[in-house]
């Protein structure tokens, strides 16, 4: 028979022939330009041409009919290579665990599958020969994972009071224990080693200081006895909608231990530190409950291990970040998208996609109910909300009290970086014994370097962007590229004095250092934090009280309770605000509730905005949380210029060594699109990067997927590779 599959890797679909009928989504191998190459069938096909032979195959697909739709759904609509897209189903290295296996076709003979290593070694090759010629054997691939050893005995329960534990000196990974028992007093010993990987020596350690014990114990603790948050009955797509510290969370996660009863439960986040949390709550409140998680820091054989698990329907929820949103889940029941609004869960890079738009087709391919939640929710969820398209459920936050102050720079006194009143603001804070968190835009000392006579700002040689001043390193360096630069004495046009413009949390941590010498004041960024994971490790610092001010970037803003904070200061939001970018003030207003969220939690809380733009719509009604107002005049605004979410929006960007040529190509596919709605081309605000020069335009269509082959058939024949991304949240390019 032949079918049609989809290369590995490539957007190539070719024909194949296959004596033995193949099932849809299976893996099958051929040789192909010299090379054998994985393919995924798509269907029979009725045209065959020139047809390659089929070497190997799985024997069996891991995906259903319904996922390979999904995949060309997602190919469809992103414009991704449909192989490419394929290959996000599968993890990385799982050939390595791939095994072949003899299964029985007849109930007459005496085996209902065994390896093939066994089976020649048994009965021979040639009687394997003979068998799979009269049909009464097939093979088949398998995946064998060594799952960990059946559960031990052994349960681990703290020992020391919270007060005890502040007074101890702790590692990341023995904080994270403290966490995890927290939430589930009396865990196994074998989950909290699986779940938080690893080793007993921390566990050895935590015990030699008193902290925990761990007793053998053959009944589990009682499940923890919770209020119920949620009452209602879920639609086939809800939203989840109020304040940070409203109870989304915990109604998200008893909705998680609803359905795992009737199958598994898919639950996205955006970042890795809110799935570690979500984790401990879940088994704290579930102990019984069979839980994975899959992200991108995963080893790779755990990885395949918890891929195998839900494969395999082995696992009542499924905790990960957007690429678990591909996972072939077996028996799913139902999928929730937390802080949906988040544009971590879009996928910038080849092969492109947005992670809740995928859930949004999964749950309508699947017929399961998807739940998002967010306090500032996606423009479209919101639109679609008012629209009678999407239920919402309310939450209000019932135990927070928040005083907000905007501070008007161009009026307050100003000492540093910081007016007068935040510094008051926190040191009433700090002697209430209460955390601050500090809120920069930037990383580094001085953002920019600027010539004080002629104006000339310091930019990479590589890029169009300036330079940032590193006082640790004495060094300037390039955020987009990672070029690093030695300071120069002078000016190199006028030779006149340079001097530093705008704080990075480098210069605010140093500052604070300084107003506050008695206090403990660090940053948190990618400057000193490379893997992402020891944001935790921060995070317990603020909590136990071994950091008193925590200054820090975006990463800071992300869903995370610590009610020890006392005060959030928010700095150079004018900066967001004003980006040349179609989502700037939608994205500003995100980010400023959101940071705000981290001061509502469990009681009384204070924010303080610095910004010379106090009466800007986005602030002013961003403090209030008037989320309704906002978005109400965001969507009549996008509704008259044809933005998302009335439009689609196709941002196309060309990479060349030329500064001209870019713009020009880009102008003759502007050309060929004749009867679209083309914004540009112009220089990408970003133009030079890495030594090459990006231009972009922007095509506004009401058929995303007809307008994507208009731009994929003429960039062809035009020999032109553009990056092209659909609907993403910002006009960013990736490298």
């Known amino acids: 028979m032949h079918y049609e599959v989809a290369i590995s890797g490539t957007r190539k679909t070719i024909c194949v022939f296959s004596e033995e009928t193949l099932e849809p989504g299976e893996r099958v191998w051929i040789n192909w330009r010299g090379n054998t190459v994985k393919c995924y069938v798509l269907g029979s096909s009725t045209s065959w041409g020139d047809s390659f032979t089929v070497k190997e195959r799985d024997g069996k697909s891991f995906l259903s009919e319904k996922h390979v739709e999904i995949a060309k759904w997602v190919s469809r609509r992103f414009g991704s290579p449909i192989g490419m897209v394929f290959d996000l189903f599968f993890p990385p290295g799982l050939d390595d665990y791939r095994t072949e296996k003899v299964v029985s076709q007849s109930p007459l003979l005496d085996f209902e599958e065994m390896t093939l290593s066994d089976f020649v070694k048994s009965r021979g090759e040639k009687t394997l020969k003979e068998m799979l010629k009269r049909g009464l054997v097939k093979l088949e691939k398998g995946f064998y994972i060594k799952e960990p050893r059946p559960r031990l005995k052994k349960r681990v329960f703290l020992r020391a009071s919270i007060s005890g534990l502040l007074q101890k000196p702790l590692t990341l990974k023995q904080k994270m224990v403290v966490e995890y028992l927290q939430f589930n007093n009396g865990a196994p010993l074998e989950d909290l080693l699986k779940d938080l990987e690893i080793s007993k020596s921390v566990i050895e350690a935590l015990q030699e200081k008193g902290i925990i014990e761990v007793l053998h114990q053959d009944v589990p603790p009682k499940k923890r006895l919770h209020r119920t948050t949620f009452e209602g009955e879920l639609s086939s797509t809800n939203l989840f909608f109020g304040p940070a510290g409203s109870g989304k969370t915990e109604a998200l996660l008893e909705l998680a231990g609803d359905y795992s009863r009737k199958g598994t439960v898919l639950f996205l986040v955006p970042e890795v530190s809110i799935l570690m949390h979500l984790l401990s709550r879940l088994k704290g409140l579930f102990p019984r409950m069979k839980t994975g998680i899959y992200h991108s820091y995963l080893p790779k054989a755990r990885k395949n291990l918890e891929w195998y698990r839900a494969v395999e329907g082995k696992i009542d929820v499924l905790l990960g970040t957007r690429s678990a949103v591909f996972v072939p889940i077996k028996n799913l029941s139902l999928v929730i998208v937390d802080e949906e609004h988040d544009e971590s869960l879009y996928q910038y890079s080849s092969p492109s996609y947005d992670a809740v738009e995928v859930a949004r087709e999964i749950s309508k391919i699947f017929g399961v109910p998807l739940v998002l939640s967010s306090a500032t929710p996606d423009l479209k969820t919101y639109r679609e909300v008012k629209e009678g398209k999407i239920k919402m459920f309310s939450f209000v936050r019932k135990h927070a009290d928040i005083s907000i102050e905007v501070v008007d720079m161009r009026e307050e006194e100003k000492i540093g970086s910081f007016a007068k009143r935040t510094l008051d603001r926190m040191e009433e804070t700090l002697k209430k014994g209460r955390r601050v968190l500090v809120y920069v835009r930037r990383k580094g000392y001085w953002g920019r370097v600027q010539c004080e006579t002629c104006g000339y700002v310091l930019k990479c040689k590589d890029c169009d962007v300036s ?46 250092q300084r107003y506050f010498p008695d206090r403990r004041v660090k940053r948190i960024d990618r400057e000193v934090v ?203 390019i990736p490298d």
């Open 467 to 512: 330079l940032v001043y590193h006082l640790d390193s004495n060094s300037l360096k390039c955020h987009q590229c990672g070029r690093e630069y030695k300071l120069l004495e002078g000016c190199p046009i006028c030779g006149g004095r340079l001097s530093g413009r705008g704080a990075g949390t480098e210069k605010i941590e140093r500052e604070l």
């Open 530 to 732: 490379e893997d992402i994971m020891e944001v935790e490790n921060y995070i317990n610092k603020l909590i136990s009280g071994e950091i008193d001010i925590l200054v820090g970037t975006r990463m800071i803003t992300k869903s995370f309770d610590v009610p020890e904070i006392g005060l959030v200061c928010v700095l150079d939001v004018d900066s967001l605000i004003f980006l040349p970018d179609f989502s700037a003030s939608l994205r500003a207003f995100q980010l400023i509730v959101q940071v705000f969220g981290r001061a509502s939690r469990r009681g009384t809380g204070k924010a303080v905005l610095q910004t010379y733009n106090p009466d800007e719509e986005v602030i002013v009604r961003a403090i209030k949380e008037d989320v309704e107002g906002f978005y109400g005049k965001e969507l009549e605004r996008r509704k008259i210029l044809g933005y998302p979410p009335y439009r689609h929006l196709i941002h196309v960007a060309l990479r060349s060594k030329d500064p001209d040529q870019g713009k020009k190509l880009l102008m003759t596919l502007k050309e060929s699109l004749a009867g679209e709605e083309v914004l540009g081309p112009v220089e990408h605000w970003v133009f030079k990067l890495k030594g090459f020069y990006r231009h972009h335009l922007v095509v506004k269509t009401s058929d995303a997927e007809a307008t994507l082959s208009k731009v994929e058939k003429f960039s062809r024949v035009l020999g032109l590779n553009p990056v092209v991304l659909v609907d993403p949240p910002s006009l960013e």
